[in-house]
């Protein structure tokens, strides 16, 4: 690079704290780095995100201004910028390996609500993740509940031992795909699985800790007992119209449920639960069957 060009560049660096973990932040500043032809570099570290970015006065400041803008489920608390020596010349924008360097003061995000793409993903049977539990993309999916700790990469969630298979490591590193840099991106080959354990004394005869072994490691065992039904969730439903009172072991804990319309079924919730008279809460998919 000509001396004269590299007296045209300027060097920003960027810290940001408050929701920038778990939200699609750093492909969002990748996408907006890269539109405006900027070079440097963008990471997570213990106390939120930091950029260098690298580039003509007129790219930086359109790239301030997207950058003040950034995707709906993240928050920006602290905006730092300052102007830094142009010193190294960087040849191209990166998602770098996070920094562990600083005390741990970044924010952990919530769950967030599966997205529509994803949903429609769900139900569509062309589509190699139709009726897969565990869907999610950069938009949505599990955060709070599968953070282990900070920075936020796969490794400090509860998805570190699952390997991505081909397919899904390719998302991971297509900077066109909304799973890019999906820290928790999976399916239903190289994911967690959807089990029902409908013969619980053959599920206790696995003497498996549940709690105390990582999700990959119980899927292994209960795929090599059979334990598997080939649809979970069509046994599950059955057995909540024959008046059954199912365990839901959520990302979260576990949900007791059963058929609110069933007065044996609850009755027999509340005597277990000697809860004679207080209200259960209802699960109902839309306004409208709450109404109704």
Known sequence: MSKNKIQQLLTYEFHLQGIVQGVGFRPFVYRIATQHKLKGFVCNDTQGVWIVAQGKE?????FIKDLKNPPNVAKITHFNQNLIPTNPIYQDFIIKQSEQNLPLSATIPADIALCQDCLKELFDSNNRRFGYAFIS???????YS???????????????KFKMCKECQS?????????????????????????????????????????????STLCEK???????????????????KKGKILAIKGIGGYALVCNALNIQAITRLRERKHRPTK??????????????
Do not use: W
């Open 146 to 160: 599968l953070i282990s700790t900070l920075p936020y990469d796969r490794q400090n969630t509860s998805m570190a």
């Open 222 to 240: 209960l795929e090599s007992k059979n334990i598997f039904h080939s649809n979970p969730l069509q046994t599950a439903i059955k057995d909540l």
């Open 171 to 215: 998302e991971y590193d297509d900077p066109n795909s909304r799973r890019f840099h999906s820290e928790i991106n999976c399916c239903q080959v190289c994911g967690p699985k959807l089990f029902y354990a409908d013969n619980l004394k053959q599920f206790k005869s696995l003497n498996i800790p549940l709690g105390e072994i990582p999700d």
């Open 279 to 292: 209200p259960f809460a209802i699960l109902c998919k839309d306004l409208e069957m709450a109404e109704s």
């Open 58 to 62: 007129k790219q930086l400041k359109a």
């Open 137 to 143: 993309c950069t938009n949505c999916g599990a955060r």
